[in-house]
């Protein structure tokens, strides 16, 4: 601190030392602190705040276990009657849709990686790069609305299938996959680059001699992925996956535009407990849950991979 | 060596990923031109001009007024020059700050720096809200400054951190030797080697701050910006102007980047010719 | 306008390490002052200490009989020239050297003015508009010296500004910061560990190792009259011989007793060597009786120019080495020849080890 005196003196240190101070305690820790404190609190009318009914309890992240309901489910053909409460459930399906969002990702962009880094002629890799930079600049919202108009009920996708003669009749793209099907493809489609750059930027740095020393002792291509490729990309996919993952958790414009009208993301249970039900304190609990969940599955993911949280960080 | 089969698999395989995130847009694209009432580019009624021109016509997005809170255009534009104007000198300050630590004490307020980042954009919108809530500050655009502030700092201190590195701080030495006071030597040498970065970072602020959609809706209360309003039109009928809006923002961005690598180009020539 | 500059009793530590041990120094106003020594030695703390980018844990610093303690860099009236010049990249030619005058807001056409001004004075007109990476280093160079004359530093401190030049270049800029220095008629404080520098330029050297100043005169003395072991041996070759005292002006060795003259502070029980320049021997095939002599047989003979060294061992296989003029009417011995060393007390030096140098065997 003294030789940051010395070198910007007193002004310019105090001022920096603010400017990051405000930061981080005005916007971020402070808020955080007070909202992990808050989820513990009931949700009282505002006369009551403060008195004897404002202890603190679990009773806000319990919740998520209440009104059980009876959810019918179609599995190939199978129908199961679940008695489970609601919030639990979307929270669950939340996590497992995610997952998958996150795998289909993955395989789809796992070929292009290792073809952007190995296989392409350089000169063409920044041209192609370019190309494929623009869906980023085209912001979220665009590319969502992009797969909204596809998969409209009577959309371009529907009435293209129709002209082929395929079918009749308007195809509900969105109810498939107990009415998450529009939000995993857009999903896949919205995060896709996330994924992509973190595993091609593992595969860059893999020296091809190893891929080649492998096939000279007679490994077939599957193992050699298996074993040479994959455990040298272990760092970029795992930040790839947890990126994805933790986009996909958070989503709130995807499903709110691709849900069918009975399935349900857990961000919009959070924002109508906080704004249809006004519990505030009942959001943030949830919200924490939220972030429980994605600290679990970042933890996962490093034990799978077997990397360390540096790695990840990029 | 690979077979030239799969060789030839990859070059179809990315010729089809590319397909697979450019068509989407090009459907947009399509139906923007389309005068069907629905907005696709199937079935093709006929080209039109309406959707650019409703756009156009449309009073909430084209409207600068700073006191109608359903101003779409004018809030999105004065909430992202305030997060860049608070981003920018935060994340600056972060950087200079952060530069001159070591140890233990850099790498916790580095993290703590990052957090944000990695942070849920709808957990930073509830934090804020609550938090601001109890000093009575109510919902609105104001809060939504604040929370995607919290996040854009990281990627400007992020920014200028690298661009820190590259700086000899002889230079700053040499300043004060000449007589400057830190005043002077930080806005005469230092910035202007940061220039580069901190203009970067504040185009990127800009337009993180435009396109973001789950901090500004948890924070914004009943205020409106572009994005969400129309993020949250969606089900009730979506808008077909968005695919007008859709086709200017891609035509804007590739034109941008083609004269952006034209100038590039023709800047490194100059400095070849002058060197 | 110049100043003296003076050190008491200065020391800086760093921690545990101490750079700089209790140093006290005064160089008078106008003087070309080096700083010699090895790297480590503590120079470079100290031209950091007189430019006020670090404070002295011990003693004080003084400017113009003035003590500058607490007084930052910005406000002494030094100019430094760092080793690696420190030019800014961003500014023309003319706005670096018109930096110093920028900050204390002189107008730009004043500055200007000036600038092109200096540039007379350091033989570099016509770049004025360039930028720094566009220039050589020798311009570089005196692109530094101007921008720090712009200021009419009342002291100059210059950080090893040579080391980065080829040979030629070196010797030129030599000669070229001398008449500046006269010129200018302002103190020069220069550090360097290059001793044919700091002779050539000095008014008067200060050679240092370890933290600590082994001596302080002119460069004359420096080389002809060292006054320990150290400084002997940093500053020229020599021969040097191992043994001991036995009378006030006899030094006894493996291969005779010498004639010698002692240093300072030489007595009888102190460590003490003996040292002879190469320059200050002649090669003799039958020596006078009584004078000093050593017999040894010639190993190689370089030519160096204007000037020959012998190199020989004598009969305990210690390296012994001549340096003789080239004369074509005295050619040196051939190698394999046998020979005698012969040299006059006056140049037979009896030096105490300094402790700040590294005996390890070595003779």
């Not at chain 2, 307020?109 to 109890?134: D, R």
């Not at chain 2, 970065?197 to 924070?219: G, I, K, M, R």
């Not at chain 2, 941008?256 to 690598?261: S, V």
């Not at chain 3, 060597?273 to 009786?289: C, G, I, Q, T």
Request: charged share 15%.
């Amino acid at each position: 601190m003294s030789a940051m005196l010395r070198r910007y003196g007193g002004f310019i240190t105090g001022l920096s030392i603010g400017l990051t101070a405000f930061w981080l305690l005005a916007l971020v820790l402070l808020p955080y602190f007070n909202l992990f404190e808050a989820s513990f609190r009931p949700y009282l009318p505002f006369i009551d705040i403060g008195g004897p009914q404002d202890t603190y309890s679990l009773n806000n992240y319990l919740s998520i276990f209440s009104h059980p309901t009876d959810v019918k489910l179609n599995f190939f053909g199978f129908t199961f009657l679940l008695n489970i409460s609601i919030h639990l459930w979307v929270f669950i399906l939340t996590i497992v849709f995610s997952c998958i969002t996150t795998f289909i990702a993955l395989a789809l962009c796992y070929p292009l990686a290792f073809y952007l880094a190995k296989v392409l002629n350089p000169g063409r890799l920044a041209t192609f790069m370019m190309i494929l930079i623009i869906p980023m600049w085209v912001s979220e919202l665009l590319r969502t609305f992009a797969w909204f108009i596809l998969l409209a009920f009577n959309g371009p996708l529907t009435i293209l299938l129709q002209d082929m003669g395929l079918i009749t009749g308007g195809v509900r793209w969105t109810w498939a996959l107990w009415g998450y099907s529009g939000v995993v493809a857009t999903m896949v489609y919205v995060y896709i680059l996330f994924m992509l750059f973190p595993v091609y930027n593992a595969m860059t740095s893999l020296d091809m001699n190893q891929i080649e020393a492998a096939k000279d002792l007679g490994a077939s291509r599957f193992r050699t992925h298996w074993r040479v490729v994959i455990p040298h990309c272990k760092p970029g996919i795992a930040s790839g996956c947890v990126t994805v993952f933790m986009l996909c958790v958070g989503s709130l414009l995807v499903p709110g535009l691709l849900n069918s009208p009975s399935s349900q993301w857990f961000t919009e249970v959070i924002y109508a407990r906080m704004f249809d039900e006004n519990d505030w304190n009942g959001g943030a609990a949830y919200a924490f849950l939220m972030l429980i969940a994605c600290t679990v599955f970042v933890t996962l993911a490093m034990r799978l991979f077997k990397v360390g949280l540096a790695d990840i960080a990029k | 060596m690979k077979s030239k089969l799969s060789h030839k698999f990859l070059h179809a395989y990315g010729i089809l990923f590319l397909v697979y995130l450019i068509l989407p847009l090009l459907v947009m694209g399509g139906a923007a031109f389309n005068s069907s009432k629905f907005p696709s580019p199937l079935p093709w009624t006929g080209f039109t001009w309406r959707w650019f021109q409703e756009l156009v016509a449309d009073g909430n997005i084209w409207c600068f007024s700073f006191t109608d809170m359903k101003c779409g255009t004018s809030n999105t534009v004065w909430v992202a020059l305030t997060v860049v104007a608070l981003s920018v000198p935060i994340g600056t300050g972060a950087a200079i700050l952060l530069n001159n630590l070591k140890g233990r004490f850099r790498m916790v307020l580095y993290a703590v720096m990052i957090a944000p980042v990695l942070t849920p954009g709808v957990v930073i919108g509830v934090s804020t809200l609550v938090f601001w809530f109890k000093f009575g500050v109510p919902a609105g655009l104001h809060l939504s400054i604040l929370g995607q502030a919290s996040f854009i700092s990281a990627y400007v201190m992020l920014m200028v951190l690298a661009r820190l590195q590259s700086f000899d701080s002889g230079l700053e030495e040499a300043a004060l030797d000449l007589g400057a006071s830190h005043w002077q030597s930080l806005r005469r040498i230092l910035l202007p080697h940061l220039y580069p970065a901190l203009a970067t970072s504040a185009v990127l602020a800009f337009f993180q701050s435009v396109e973001n959609y789950n901090t500004t809706q948890f924070t914004r209360g009943q205020q409106m910006t572009l994005t969400v309003y129309y993020g949250s039109r969606g089900r009730s009928g979506v808008l077909p102007t968005i695919n007008a809006l859709a086709v200017i923002l891609i035509a804007v961005t590739v034109v941008a980047t083609i004269g952006f690598e034209i100038w590039r180009r023709r800047s490194e020539a100059q400095k070849r010719l002058a060197a | 306008m110049t100043a003296s500059v003076e050190l008491r009793g200065v020391s800086m530590d760093f921690d545990k390490y101490r750079a700089v041990d209790n140093v006290s120094v005064k160089i008078n106003p106008g003087e070309f002052f080096s700083f010699l020594g090895p790297s480590g030695c503590g120079k470079t703390t100290i031209l950091r200490m007189v430019s006020g980018f670090i404070e002295p844990t011990g003693g004080q610093v003084l400017i113009g009989e003035e003590d500058m303690h607490g007084i930052g860099p910005n406000k002494r009236p030094t100019a430094m020239i760092f080793q690696n010049l420190a030019l800014f990249p961003l500014m023309r030619v003319w706005e670096n050297i018109s930096f110093g005058l920028e900050v204390r807001g002189v107008d730009k056409a004043t500055r200007r003015k000036k600038a092109e001004e200096l540039l007379e004075l350091v033989e570099l007109p016509g770049v004025a508009d360039r930028y720094p990476a566009q220039l050589s280093g020798g311009q570089r160079q005196r692109v530094a010296i101007a921008r720090a004359l712009a200021v009419e530093p009342k002291v100059m401190l210059l950080d090893e500004p040579l080391s980065a030049l080829d040979l030629k270049l070196r010797q030129h800029m030599r000669a070229e910061l001398r008449a500046i220095q006269k010129r200018t008629k302002v103190t020069f404080i220069y550090i360097t560990h290059d001793q044919g520098e700091a002779l050539a330029m000095s008014d008067r050297v200060a050679v240092m190792s370890r933290g600590q100043i082994q001596q302080v005169d002119v460069p004359q003395k420096i080389y002809n009259e060292p006054a320990n072991g150290f400084v002997a041996s940093f500053v020229g070759e020599n021969n040097i011989f191992t043994g001991e005292l036995s009378s006030a002006s006899t030094f006894k060795t493996d291969v005779g007793a010498f004639d010698v003259t002692t240093g300072q502070g030489v007595m009888r029980d102190n460590k003490s060597r003996l040292y002879v320049r190469p320059e200050h021997v002649s090669l003799v095939a039958k020596p006078k009786a009584g004078s000093n002599a050593v017999p040894a047989t010639v190993e190689d003979v370089s030519f160096e120019g204007n000037f020959a060294v012998v190199h020989m061992r004598d009969k305990t296989g210690r390296k012994l080495a001549a340096e003789l003029k080239n004369d074509s009417a005295a050619p040196p011995p051939i190698v394999g020849a046998t020979t005698n060393v012969v040299f006059a007390k006056e140049n037979a030096r009896v030096l105490l080890d300094s402790d700040a140098v590294a005996y390890d065997g070595e003779e």
